[in-house]
């Protein structure tokens, strides 16, 4: 029985890390909370579906393809709602908004064009949803593969940011004006954190289709619960996500086995308070003085 809560609390758990990932990827740069992050996840997760289910596209190039028009998507995003913004005033607010319209918007669009039924998207071959009944553990070869890949993925994010663009964007999220001084344009690392943000968010929509389904309603589900394990595990920290959305995975199962289902919102808000108050930047959060 625990058994089968640690497994469900492992899956819903990686989908809400990946999302925090995919926040943190914006946030450094930009120190904007992109509050249309959900439903660009949703609109990933509908275009691969349509992709897959319809027109029967292999799950490569569709994943691929729903990467590429999000990554679009988010750039606009940037473009059009979070950088004018940010021109008038780099440590402004207005950014809660005009993020909020485009999510808005996004939800409207998807809704008109795909309907609101949601869309039943079978696991990628040679996996499967298909419980494998190992001994007392019941987990499919899905669940297995979408854990391993999510700690793959945050890995690679990681990594990335140990490159030259990645030390480019954490000068860029210590201080624009010092990394523009050094030639590093805050413009450009902007944008790219953008469009590398919207092509995770569709690869966590493609992941989270054959679990959850892929709807209209997915984007507000998971913009939730990804803020909360990143705000857990503190913004910015990839392995803090990580960890924060295993935490929030495995306390909605266990409430929905002791209590009820429909207690799980309210435990998960009862775990980020508890760690926000114990410590308000989150677990991997940390002080340090600086000389100015």
Not at 103 to 120: E, H, L, Q, S
Not at 140 to 150: C, D, E, F, R
Not at 231 to 247: C, H, P, Q, T
Request: proline content about 4%; overall charge neutral.
């Amino acid at each position: 029985m625990w058994i089968d809560v640690v497994v469900s609390g492992l899956t819903a758990g990686s989908l809400y890390c990946l999302v925090a990932v995919g926040f943190n990827i914006l946030y450094r740069p930009t120190k904007v909370f992109n509050f249309a992050q959900g439903d660009l996840v949703m609109v990933g997760a509908m275009a691969s579906a349509l992709l897959m289910t319809q027109w029967h596209w292999p799950w490569v190039p569709a994943f691929a393809a729903a990467a590429a028009a999000v990554a679009l998507l988010a750039l606009l995003e940037e473009r059009v709602a979070v950088a004018p913004v940010l021109r008038r005033s780099a440590s402004g607010t207005g950014w809660i908004i005009t993020t909020l319209a485009v999510a808005m918007i996004m939800t409207n669009i998807v809704g008109k064009v795909w309907g609101a039924d949601p869309i039943v998207v079978p696991a990628p071959a040679p996996l499967s949803n298909d419980m494998l009944g190992l001994s007392a553990v019941n987990i499919s070869s899905y669940q297995v593969a979408l854990i391993v890949l999510t700690i793959a993925l945050v890995a690679v994010v990681e990594l990335l940011y140990a490159s030259l663009w990645g030390k480019a964007t954490l000068a860029v999220a210590e201080d624009r004006d010092a990394a523009l001084l050094r030639g590093i344009d805050p413009v450009a690392i902007s944008r790219w954190s953008f469009a590398l943000g919207g092509a995770f968010a569709a690869l966590t929509g493609a992941l989270a289709a054959p679990v959850l389904s892929a709807s209209t309603g997915l984007g507000a589900m998971l913009l939730l619960k990804g803020f909360a394990a990143a705000a857990i595990g503190g913004l910015g920290s990839n392995r803090g996500a990580l960890l924060a959305g295993y935490l929030i995975g495995m306390a909605e199962a266990a409430s929905a086995l002791l209590l009820s289902p429909g207690y799980h919102n309210a435990v998960m808000l009862v775990l980020v308070l508890a760690v926000l108050l114990a410590k308000p930047g989150g677990l991997f959060s940390s002080l340090e003085a600086r000389t100015v």
